[in-house]
């Protein structure tokens, strides 16, 4: 592609290395005449293909001409160039996944068997039969508890036998030991850049609060899934950084935040 004057040689580009190393050089055969310096980009240009950052110039004189390259690196989405393309105002997002445990009981699928042994009462040393209803209960009020013929009781320990009768463990928990199992818990955190503190002080809440983030990665972006927490507000030498942490649960107590 040509700049102006700048006629891109037969040989140009010339590319250097892979990945965020990559070099690309775009070299020009320009006519003495020409005053080149007008038209070498800023550093940290994005080259007119669109393909790097501009990183330097170079310069050779021939008979006649003279020839002038501009190398660029990097990619335009490259984490490492963040810090040339980014203006005031842009935001950046770190996302990563934490695992937590949550309670058996609050699983979809949750059954009582899971993680209580059932006991049955009877008068004597012959327990009752298992109940249907214990293989699909999903709360504790499906057995009585009640010391009365045929009565059940859910407990992880064996109750204590009342005065008369027996408690016969008659199903034993088909997880036992297992109180709690992992989910994936998202956190993102926003950092926004802002040339003016007083601006950033503005953008950054000052509680505890509900708020999704702008990008959530395929989550919900209900506000009343993420709970935002302000970071501060540190210089990074060119902007005032807005920083917000976001975590996600099913759901945020509107009573404690808002």
Known sequence: MNIGPLI????????????????????????????YEQYVPSKGAVSPEGDGFFLTPSFKTKP?????????????????????????????????????????ETHADYLVCWNYDLYGW?????????????????TRTNA???????????????PSDPKAGYWHKIKDCIEPGV???????????????????DLAVAYMPST????????????????????????????DGEFFVAEIEHEYADSWSSNLYS
């Open 122 to 138: 009877s008068t004597d040393t012959t327990p009752p039969s298992v109940p249907a209803w214990a293989a699909t209960a999903t």
């Open 8 to 35: 891109e040689r037969p040989d140009s580009p010339q590319i250097n290395g892979t990945g965020p190393d990559k070099t690309i050089t775009r070299m020009y055969n320009v006519d003495k005449s020409v005053d």
């Open 179 to 197: 109180e709690a199992y992992p989910v994936p818990q998202p956190v993102i955190i926003t950092r926004k850049y802002f040339k003016n503190e």
């Open 208 to 235: 505890i609060s509900l708020g999704a983030p702008g990008k959530t990665y395929g989550w919900s972006s209900n506000d009343s899934h993420w709970l935002q927490f302000p970071q501060g507000i540190p210089n």
């Open 64 to 104: 006649g001409y003279n020839i002038i390259a501009f190398t660029y690196g990097g990619s335009l989405v490259s984490p490492s160039n963040k810090d040339r393309a980014r203006r005031s105002g842009s935001i950046d997002y770190d996302f990563r996944i934490n695992i937590i445990e949550k309670a058996l």
């Open 144 to 158: 009585t508890g009640l010391a009365a013929a045929a009565g059940f009781y859910w407990s992880k320990s064996r």
